[in-house]
């Protein structure tokens, strides 16, 4: 199980593609102690009611580094009421109980990362390049580039438990393939890349994109042949599918049993896409300290046991987003039960790409 906690909305930079720039519009609101706590007393009820061994709590945002203090308190009352679960002999003695974190990079400092050592925390930066390409969309709030505050501390954060995560426009695509080989040599040894999504990619926008994706998975390949550690999710994720004839949604979509996003109010959603503080908000499955509605819950249990009607007789459906997806489905149309044309001509590119690089390995 994945508990991502919003510890906050706010966030000291303005992404152009920040999915959350609608649904977190105003980056007023922050959780308190209680909000948090409850939510991690019911992720590890909810944890054991599906008879699970593992735990992971992710503290996101916003940016989660506005409430470093938080973020402490939530590790000391997890890791004390996993001991309370342990001396009850509630939980199994091999129950595992991991942290993890998501962050632009720019409030970190050393004692931060000591700590994030300390608890073996995973830390999972948005590093969309060099400069030249990061500064493209992350921007601060006064509308300068954020790289210079973030890249410092990359050499020591490539060589911790670590990913990069690189988001890709339509300004980006010109250069992705230098991006993700500059992330490479920067130490990292996992990233991955996903597209924003907006409405407006054309066939030509397509094309580009397609060549850095050839680009991309020859480079991965070549990796591989070397015996080098490179975990490039874009390429070796559609790979995997392949090989061990994997369901996207066995594989990587875990809405339901295997993720609990929580709401600075304390509203629960099925994933992180989701989340959000405002009245009335869509896929709501209960609030922390009322506990689940089994009822709300009902629809995302039929999303993951159904296939979409507009799919029928694709054969790459269980391997594409935009039919595995719920967030993705979320985030590109409104509704986990939509499709869009973007996402589709998207995974059937990619999908080419990778099955062609099979026949290369």
């Not at 720039?21 to 308190?32: C, E, G, I, L, Y």
């Not at 490539?158 to 300004?171: G, P």
């Amino acid at each position: 199980m994945n508990l991502v906690l919003c510890l906050t909305e706010q966030c000291n930079l303005r992404c152009s593609y920040c999915y959350y720039k609608d649904t977190q519009s105003d980056r007023a609101t922050v959780m308190d102690d209680a909000t948090m706590e409850a939510a991690i007393k019911l992720c590890f009820e909810r944890t054991l009611f599906f008879k699970q061994k593992y735990l992971n709590i992710t503290f996101f945002g916003g940016e989660p580094l506005l409430r470093k203090e938080a973020i402490f308190k939530g590790v000391d009352y997890a890791k004390s009421f996993l001991s309370k679960l342990i001396d009850k002999g509630l939980v199994p003695s091999d129950f595992t109980l991991t942290f993890a974190i998501n962050t632009n990079g720019t409030l970190l400092d050393e004692k931060m990362l000591d700590y994030c050592e300390k608890e073996k925390f995973r830390i999972y930066i948005s590093v969309d390049g060099p400069a030249y390409q990061h500064d493209i969309s992350r921007r601060t709030v006064n509308d300068s580039g954020s790289f210079e505050s973030m890249h410092k501390f990359l050499p020591r954060i490539s060589k911790m438990n670590s990913a990069a995560l690189c988001t890709v426009t339509r300004a980006h695509v010109a250069h992705l393939f230098e991006a993700v080989k500059w992330i490479h040599e920067q130490g990292f040894r996992c990233m991955t890349t996903s597209v924003d999504f907006d409405g407006k990619w054309t066939e030509e926008d397509f094309e580009k994109l397609a060549l850095e994706y050839q680009k991309m998975a020859l480079y991965w390949l070549e990796c591989r042949k070397k015996g080098e550690k490179f975990f490039l999710g874009t390429i070796q994720d559609k790979i995997k599918l392949r090989l061990q004839n994997l369901r996207f949604r066995q594989y990587s979509c875990f809405v339901y049993k295997g993720a609990m996003g929580v709401s600075t109010n304390g509203n629960i959603f099925p994933c992180t896409r989701f989340i959000t503080s405002k009245e009335n908000a869509p896929y709501v499955q209960g609030n922390v300290f009322t506990g689940f509605d089994e009822k709300a819950c009902s629809e995302i249990r039929e999303f993951l046991d159904s296939d979409k009607k507009e799919c029928e007789g694709c054969v790459l459906k269980h391997r594409c987003c935009a039919h595995e997806c719920a967030c993705t489905s979320f985030y590109t149309t409104g509704s986990i039960y939509g499709i869009s044309p973007e996402v589709c001509t998207h995974e059937r590119m990619l999908t080419e790409i990778c099955d062609g690089i099979v026949e290369k390995m």
